[in-house]
């Protein structure tokens, strides 16, 4: 039976993420001062009550924990010290997993191992490719290219696109929420907006300062990606496009550092405990946006032939970095967040039509 | 007979009572009346200058009754009888008016409570007319004890009481000491062994020489009063031992609840369901297993079986909470590896030490699930085959609001406290009452917790309400110790506004006998009349009612004494006449 | 002029006095038609005092004791819970209604129970109307 309690859920999720799910004993100050949560979508206690009761198809259901910005306020006023907000990490990484239909998502979440044999293992490859390409420098850049436009198109293909789809199924397919067509149409909307902007995040009391750094990487990144992979910044002679590279990369790399800073701070409710996923992704977005800022230099500068083995330390950092960090890690979040906020409209559209809204 | 000469003294409470009433104009109008001799109105008249206001008045104008028009005499009728005595006049001749808790406080007319106060006081000085003094009276304390009961509470108190050199009549209707207690493994919430505690506790009382054991004993009917009680003792149900002893103390304490009326919870007719206390014999075995013999890999603690729950018991039992958390630390450490769920409808963790147990309980991967004990128990059905468990146990969740199954192999439901069976029988052979769910009744629930409204009697325990170990053991010392400062005095006082038969008037119909509730009235057959033992009257007045010739006087509410106070009360009515 | 009743009532010491007092320590108000009268126990109210009180003029007479389980002296509520029926029947035979005599139990902690009572009975008496036995019986004593 579905309904059937499950006490080894919660020491599964143990191994996502930081906190006891022993400590809350659902007195519902979290959702209380939560600025976020709604009246029809509640959270986090009620994703912490299905933890503890281990009901695995509520939780998988529940897009809550993805509107959740982490403002860290239900783990500073939390009376038995639960760590609410850390709670919910960990509740997304777990649910990364649920989605995720290959199973790595979950492998590298609760293995540093298995993500450290990935990480050396793909190293390996690049440089086997450098072997074959006998390390020359125009080859190696002209592959690199073709390999980002490859790997992107692959990865949506078979990878993000079904996991998307399988939350789909999970929150609204088997919850049986039948919205309004137009509805699909309208949040449509919603969805791109929020996927650049994470303006609901500015409701979080935590100061639109990090909003604004936030939101500089993802504008920078996505530059980033569309300049290196569409426009062919390493190899273009446009001056704009040249300038705009340096800029995005500069925006990516400089906040980033910040963002490392202040994990290794732990002043923030956010920044006290982070997992391998959350460092592993600050850093490797540092280096991408690092290495390519260097890379791009020393083509400007005519040095890149003498010194292959820069061009070489950005390939395999994107290359762990497309493979193994974009589809089964933290990367996921980009999109599973606009899209719980896309779902979360259908549920209320089809609460609203049914007359309970 | 004397000439009467009354006082009168109208109080203004500070502002509590002259704002509401013109004191001056009740304190006017009294001076009018036959016999009133004085009339005053004063700020405090309980202050010490208006108490030496009347002290002073009782010597100058040779006043013989007071009435004092003031706050309710259940506050300061004392205050005043010790003035009246400390001016040389017999308490009684006292009475008061309440015109604060009656009249001030409680109504918003000044006119009319000006009335309305006058007539109070007005019926205050017709029966303080009729009062006649009456004098105090003490007797001597017999110190030895009885205590019906050898649970942890019983044993405490005689402890106690022998080790001051005084004896001590323990009687126990089992063969066994120790109680419930003795049933017990650990105790919460610091996990000490029960059977340690009582086993020293027992080896003390057995070889104690002040303390007189009667095991397998009976108690029947007890006669007598505060300081000189009797009785015969039934020992197994041939022998026949009389006692004399001064105090009683009774620690019959508890029965538990017996689950099988519930229907959703099975028990009996499901072999692993068991209650409480059959799980505390598992343990204390050292043996957790399901009745197949198998090591239970589930086990499932339901909470509040019978209490809290308006078909069963309305109280809260109490203990039943920490046990069940003390259960999941003991099964925790027996068997690492299970699954302990805890359905509850509220978790009370009052006490010392007892928050703290169930924070750090909670922190052993226990589930909690909380249900909706006044609507929705919880169902317990045996498991299909593909369950891989023995039980399952269907809850309506009430935190996540989802209806959920519970795997179980073994379910422990923890059963409330109740009355014990003999209640009833314990409280008729000794006098004292029973509150609605049969614990007995306590003299004051705040005040005094320990005492009955039979002096002399005292309950201590469960017999009085649910309560843990050392709840009882301090209420059971507490009676000891209030047992031997009366031993102390040596004697008491007792009532002396008690009833008193004419025995001119009485002409023998013996109808207060029957109603007399505390067989205080006896038959002279030689005279033919009535005999009020004042020793055992409490001075309710029940039989003065009854008396069909007015024979019976009922001390400080006679007939004239009441009558005429109504007559008071009349004479001043709201309409203008 | 409006009918202001007076009515006369018994309350036993332990539970009902102590009630009335605790709707006077928390200002509860209620109608001034009440006038108190403490006994140790409601089983020592007799007829006499509940016939004298109307004799006297008064419009209605209330009395109140412990709940029935609750008399401090064991059941001195249920002997007057019996004399209270009798005289219920004895006073309708005088000619008096039987709404003018009123039984209840107020424990120690329902002092608003005692106060709400007390409005009751001032409107219940108040649409009766003023009780005739006093005056009925001062004409009898003219014509004697």
């Not at chain 1, 919910?88 to 990364?96: G, P």
């Not at chain 2, 009922?554 to 001043?572: A, N, P, V, W």
């Amino acid at each position: 039976m579905s309904n059937r309690v499950n006490p080894d859920l919660k020491k599964e999720l143990r191994k996502f993420g930081e906190g006891d799910w022993n400590d809350c004993f659902n007195c519902g100050n979290c959702t209380a001062i939560c600025s976020l949560t709604e009246k029809d979508i509640l959270f986090p206690r009620k994703e912490i009550r299905a933890i503890q009761m281990g009901l695995k198809n509520k939780l998988a259901s529940s897009v809550g924990p993805w509107l959740c910005y982490y403002c860290g306020e239900c783990s500073e006023t939390c009376p038995r010290d639960a760590n609410p907000g850390e709670l919910m990490m960990a509740v997304r990484r777990y649910l990364t997993k649920i989605y995720d239909w290959t199973g790595l998502a979950g492998l590298f979440y609760r293995s540093k191992l298995a993500l450290f044999i990935g990480f050396l293992l793909v190293l390996i490859a690049v440089i086997a490719v450098g072997y074959v390409k006998g390390f020359e420098t125009e080859a190696l850049m002209e592959f690199g290219h073709l390999f980002e436009q490859y790997v992107i198109l692959a990865l949506f293909t078979l990878i993000i696109l079904p996991n998307i789809f399988h939350m789909f199924w999970l929150t609204i397919v088997k919850q049986k929420v039948k919205a309004p067509v137009f509805s699909y149409i309208t949040g449509f909307w919603h969805l791109i907006w929020n996927m650049f902007t994470q303006n609901r995040s500015l409701k979080c009391e935590t100061g639109s300062f990090r909003w604004l750094e936030h939101f500089l990487i993802v504008i920078g990144y996505l530059l980033l990606l569309f300049t290196t992979v569409f426009l062919n910044w390493f190899s273009t002679e446009n001056n704009f496009i040249i300038w705009l590279g340096y800029i995005v990369c500069g925006l990516v790399f400089v906040f980033t550092f910040d963002f490392i800073i202040d994990r290794l701070r732990k002043k923030r409710e956010v920044t006290k405990f982070s997992h391998h996923s959350d460092w592993l992704f600050v850093i490797w977005l540092f280096l991408l946006g690092l290495t390519a800022f260097i890379v791009r230099l020393f083509v400007d500068t005519n040095l890149i032939d003498n010194n292959l083995w820069l061009y070489m330390i950005h390939l395999i950092v994107i290359a762990q970095w497309g493979i193994l960090l974009v589809p089964f890690g933290k990367w996921t979040h980009f999109l599973y967040r606009s899209f719980a906020i896309y779902f979360a409209n259908l549920k209320k559209s089809a609460l609203k039509r049914e007359g309970k809204l | 007979m004397e000439e009467k000469r009354i006082g009168v003294y109208v109080c203004w409470c500070g502002n509590n009572i002259a704002l509401m009433v013109d004191v001056e104009a009740v304190s006017e109008e009294m001076k009018k009346l036959p016999n009133v001799v004085i009339a005053k109105n004063y700020k405090y008249m309980c202050s010490d200058p208006g108490q030496d206001l009347i002290i002073n008045d009782i010597k100058e104008h040779n006043l013989n009754r007071i009435v004092v028009a003031a706050c309710s005499p259940r506050i300061h009728e004392l205050t005043f009888r010790k003035a009246l005595e400390n001016a040389g006049l017999n308490p009684y001749m006292f009475e008061m008016a309440n015109i604060r808790e009656q009249v001030s406080w409680v109504h918003t007319n000044r006119e009319e409570a000006t009335r309305k106060a006058k007539s109070l006081v007005v019926g205050a000085i017709n029966k303080v007319s009729f009062h006649e003094p009456l004098d105090k009276r003490s007797v001597d304390i017999d110190p030895a004890t009885l205590i019906i009961g050898g649970g942890i509470s019983g044993i405490s108190a005689a402890l106690l009481i022998a080790d001051s050199g005084n004896k001590v009549y323990l009687v126990e209707k089992t063969g066994k000491l120790g109680g419930h207690t003795a049933n017990v493994d650990l105790t919460f919430p610091y996990l000490y062994s029960a059977q340690q505690m009582i086993d020293f506790k027992i080896k003390r009382l057995i070889n104690h020489p002040n303390i007189e054991l009667f095991l397998d004993t009976q108690i029947e009917e007890i006669f007598g009063y505060v300081g000189n009680f009797e009785t015969t003792l039934k020992i197994n149900t041939a022998e026949k031992v009389e006692l004399k002893f001064g105090n009683i103390i009774v620690a019959t304490g508890l029965k538990t609840f017996d689950p099988s009326g519930i229907e959703e919870y099975g028990y009996g007719k499901l072999p692993d369901v068991i209650t409480s206390s059959e799980f505390e014999k598992m343990l204390l075995h050292g043996k957790v297993q399901t009745k197949e013999g198998k090591v239970p890999k589930n086990v499932v603690i339901i909470h509040c079986v019978g209490s809290r729950n308006k078909n069963y018991h309305e109280y809260c039992s109490r203990t039943c909470c920490m046990t069940a958390l003390k259960y999941s630390n003991q099964l925790r450490s027996a068997l690492p590896h299970s699954n302990i769920f805890q359905v509850y409808a509220d978790m009370r963790a009052f006490g010392k030490g007892c928050e703290e147990f169930y924070t750090q309980s909670s922190r052993k991967d226990i589930m909690f699930l909380m249900f909706d004990q006044q609507n929705e128990l919880p169902k317990i059905r045996e498991a299909g085959k593909k369950d891989n468990c023995n039980l399952i146990v269907e809850i309506n969740e009430k935190l996540s609001g989802e209806p959920i199954e519970v795997p179980a192999d073994l379910v422990i439901l923890m059963t409330s406290m109740e009355a014990h069976e003999e209640a009833k029988n314990i409280a008729h052979a000794v006098g004292i009452s029973m509150c609605g769910n049969d614990f007995y009744i306590e003299k004051h629930p705040k005040l005094d917790p320990v005492a009955t409204t039979t002096d002399g009697v005292y309950i201590v325990g469960t017999c009085q309400g649910p309560k843990d170990i050392p709840d009882s053991i301090s209420q059971a010392e507490a009676a000891a110790a209030r047992i031997l400062a009366i031993i102390l005095q040596g004697s008491v006082h007792v009532e002396v506004t008690t009833a008193f038969v004419n025995e001119e008037v009485c002409c023998g119909c013996q109808t207060c006998i029957c109603v007399c509730p505390y067989t205080a009235i006896s038959f002279d057959e030689e005279k033919n009349v009535s005999v009020v033992n004042e020793i055992l009257c409490k001075g309710c007045g029940t039989c003065g009612s009854a008396c069909p010739t007015g024979a019976i006087r009922c001390r400080h509410f006679t007939d004239k004494q009441i009558l005429s106070q109504i007559e008071g009360l009349m004479s001043i009515t709201l309409e203008e006449v | 002029m409006d009918f202001k009743p007076t009515i006369v009532s018994f309350l036993c010491n332990w539970c009902s006095y102590t009630g009335a007092d605790l709707a006077g320590t928390s200002r509860m108000k209620y109608a001034p038609n009440i006038r108190i009268i403490r006994v140790m126990c409601s089983g020592r109210i007799e007829p006499t005092f509940i016939l004298k009180a109307f004799r006297e003029g008064a419009d209605g007479v209330l009395i109140c004791g412990c709940h029935p389980g609750d008399c401090h002296y064991h059941e001195g509520n249920y002997k007057c819970l019996r004399r209270f029926h009798l005289i219920q029947k004895y006073i309708q035979q005088m000619g008096i209604n039987k709404d003018r005599l009123r039984l209840d139990w107020v424990s120690a902690s329902e002092g608003k129970q005692f106060a709400e009572l007390a409005d009751e009975m001032t409107e219940t008496i108040k649409e009766l109307g003023p009780c005739e036995v006093k005056n009925t019986m001062e004409k009898l004593d003219k014509i004697c």
